[in-house]
């Protein structure tokens, strides 16, 4: 089957789906996430919306959509950091939520009713309504998008397949550095049939993506690329959303281009192998932010990208980090805020692993006045060997 078939079931099956099952965040789940670590993350993202409104004229409905939202904190802070704006708190008609698990839905609601809302739950972002002024966030969404691999031959691109034959097998690698607690990567053994095999032959499929996009074009031989037709999609539909009147913020990690070897697993913080027991680890990949980009409908909706450190600290983190340590109720509290935030712009870190893309109709918005939109074409977009490994790390 195709690796994004794979990574379907083991995240979406209905019973047996890594999503599926029980609370999977925090630190007592397989990972943590920025707004679990501080609140002010989420409030700056609430902040940068709740400008943007204000920018294009105090639209009279306004409805903030989520895609993929968790347990619902990064949507909490939001409405919690712009609650106190009066005239945007009359103007929220609804919260919608892009959710696919029952199970994250009741925690969603559980923690979002407080606030008096009206909350709605779609499957697809094509569901989400269009007569209101949309306010999006995608916080590490588009990373656990089903993703093709293919492979460059002397034949033309093949596509990479999950199967038993290990005649045909291609070594999964570990991503270097993606966790310090790790011993030094390698490849890691498992008990697993599951294996890595190459198609003998090209499909209609394969030769639909790798036209997708032009970077696609004369790869070596060797080559090895990830590609995501359902984040295409889902960006697609997001600048649609915005050009009908919004704004939308991106925040993963990956970067301007695309890559070869970032699939990876995660487990209680740490990277397993990807065909052990699946279902029960968390399945991702990098984003290839150029490849939305080029899903969007008209170039000028892009700007960016930003890291998450250079996003935080021009939105004013350290201001609200301090307001948060003088309120804090000792010591030990200081502490923990003072580090959480650190942990969040570190520059070895989260800090430069993380990139933010804006995403409007109209003039490149604030902070993002002094990012490179034409980053996709000045970057290298050469495609990772088959034979190289990831870089990025998840937290």
């Known amino acids: ?29 397989d990972f943590i996430t920025s707004p679990e670590i501080s609140q002010a993350f989420g409030e700056l993202i609430g902040i940068w919306l709740l400008s943007r409104w204000l920018e294009d004229g105090k639209p009279s409905r306004v409805q903030l959509v989520e895609l993929g939202p968790g347990r619902g904190t990064l949507m909490d802070d939001i409405l919690r950091a712009t609650r106190g704006f009066k005239e945007f708190a009359s103007a929220l008609t609804s919260v919608t939520l ?3 698990s029952e199970q994250l839905r009741k925690k969603q609601n559980e923690k979002l009713e407080k606030y008096g809302v009206p909350l709605s739950w779609h499957d697809r972002i094509e569901d989400v309504p269009k007569d209101a002024y949309s306010l999006i966030v995608a ?35 570990s991503p270097l550095d993606i966790d310090t607690t790790l011993a030094s990567p390698t490849v890691q053994q498992t008990s697993s049939r599951l294996n890595f095999t190459l198609a003998a032959e090209s499909s209609p499929v394969t030769s639909v993506l790798v036209a997708s996009s032009p970077r696609f074009a004369n790869l070596p031989t060797g080559s090895r690329i990830e590609v995501s037709p359902a984040s295409f999609k889902i960006a697609h539909n997001v600048g649609n959303l915005v050009e009908k009147g919004g704004a939308a913020l991106i925040v993963d990690y990956g970067g301007p281009r695309f890559f070869g070897n970032s699939f990876r697993a995660f487990r209680k913080h740490k990277v397993v192998e990807v065909f ?66 650190k942990r969040l712009i570190d520059p070895l870190g989260m800090g430069t692993q993380y990139q933010v893309m804006a995403v409007t109709p109209k003039e490149k918005p604030y902070p993002f006045l002094g990012a490179m939109d034409n980053v996709m074409e000045k970057t290298d977009a050469g495609a990772e060997k088959s034979a190289e490994s990831a870089t990025t790390k998840k937290d």
């Open 139 to 173: 916080h590490e969404f588009f990373d656990a998008m089903p993703i093709h691999v293919l492979q460059k031959t002397e034949r033309g691109f093949r596509e990479v397949l999950v199967g038993l034959d290990s005649t045909t097998l291609i070594k999964n690698r």
């Open 1 to 29: 089957m195709p690796v994004s078939k794979y990574i379907q079931l083991c995240l979406s099956h209905p019973t047996e789906g890594y999503y599926m099952k029980g609370d999977i965040f925090g630190t007592k789940g």
């Open 276 to 341: 052990e027991e699946p279902g029960s680890s968390d399945l991702t990949a990098n984003v290839d932010f150029a490849y939305l980009k080029e899903a969007m409908s008209q170039p000028g909706l892009f700007h960016g990208l930003l890291s998450q450190r250079d996003f935080l600290l021009k939105m004013g983190i350290e201001v609200r980090c301090n307001a948060l340590m003088r309120n804090a109720i000792n010591d030990e509290r200081r502490k923990d805020i003072e580090h959480s935030v």
């Open 98 to 100: 892009v959710e696919t």
